[in-house]
């Protein structure tokens, strides 16, 4: 039964991830709007809608570790994973003044968020913090996007999908990707619990993986379709939508301190793994993100998760 949950979740998450670049690719189109703009917005907040359902959970439920730890890992995971796999299956070109912008603020904001928790706490102002800053991001990247359109520097595709089809499609793709994390996360967790794994070891490897399912079956669809725009554009607004909506929204309802001192770790891979994508998307002009990169990060996710398993 566990493992029919995981086969289930799977498939739920491709299906869900094909309609949802079909559904975005054609807001895209309507609103005018590069496919950029599009996976930093409504893309990577229903990727990321998985993380959301099962943080708020878990802060509700007074499991902070799972809730910190879901984040932390899934931001890993984007870029050393579901990034590589994209760029495995599509070498591309990208661009590079939007994606170096938009890299700039997730950083930041990994580096900000190591700040907050430098006390092991994340309280109730932070969390107010986290989410104006959410609404400034959002704003920002509307208003860059408008601003680069008057320029021609976007791209909008072409309408090809009436309006509200494109939106009841981007729904119901946001609906299958939670449902398919949901059982595939349950399923995963219940097989590392009976392993004996922490609630820290399960919730940056295991859950965070499965909650990244959705970015990688949307950024590999998207890969397949050769919208790179769309695809390494879910994976770097996912991680910020992480940082800001669900670590925001969680200690808003349930201030958390935590007592694994092991975070710390977590969170400086997942800055020193950020870094790495800028060194690999040197010099910045006319950059190709080529199959080698991909290699390069897969092997990082990999050193990560026996350095999980096994050393700590």
């Known amino acids: 039964m566990i493992y029919l949950m995981l086969f289930a979740g799977l498939a739920l998450l491709l299906i869900s991830g094909e309609f949802l670049v079909r559904g975005a690719v054609a807001l895209a189109a309507h609103f005018r709007l590069s496919k950029l703009v599009i996976a930093l917005t409504v893309v990577s907040l229903g990727t990321s809608a998985p993380e959301l359902v099962v943080s708020v959970d878990a802060a509700l439920s007074g499991y902070a570790g799972i809730s910190l730890g879901n984040v932390v890992g899934s931001n890993i995971s984007n870029i050393s994973l579901v990034l590589a796999i994209a760029i495995i299956i599509t070498p591309f070109f990208v661009n590079t003044r939007s994606l170096l912008r938009n890299w700039i603020i997730m950083m930041g904001l990994s580096l900000l ?13 932070e969390g107010i913090i986290l989410l104006v800053l959410l609404v400034s991001f959002i704003y920002f990247t509307l208003r860059t996007s408008g601003k680069e359109g008057k320029n021609g520097i976007s791209d909008p595709p072409v309408v090809r999908i009436k309006l509200t089809a494109a939106v009841i499609m981007v729904i119901l793709s946001c609906l299958g990707l939670v449902a398919g994390a949901d059982l595939l996360v349950k399923g995963a967790s219940e097989i590392a619990r009976i392993m004996g794994l922490s609630d820290r070891i399960i919730s940056v490897s295991v859950i965070a993986l499965g909650t990244s399912l959705p ?26 939508f992480n940082i800001l909506a669900i670590l925001g929204v969680s200690s808003l309802i349930t201030p958390f301190s935590l007592d694994d001192p092991g975070f710390f770790f977590d969170l ?35 050193t990560y998760v026996f350095i999980v398993f096994f050393v700590k």
Do not use: H
Not at 113 to 125: A, F
Not at 289 to 295: C, P, V
């Open 215 to 240: 970015e990688l079956a949307t950024s590999a669809v998207a890969a397949v379709r050769k919208e790179n725009d769309i695809s390494i554009g879910n994976i770097i607004g996912s991680n910020i």
């Open 268 to 302: 400086a891979w997942m800055c020193g793994i950020s870094l790495i994508l800028f060194i690999l998307m040197l010099p910045l002009r006319g950059t190709v993100l080529s199959r080698w990169k991909g290699l390069l990060l897969a092997v990082l996710y990999l």
């Open 113 to 125: 968020l190591l700040v907050m928790l430098s006390d092991l706490q994340l309280s109730r102002p």
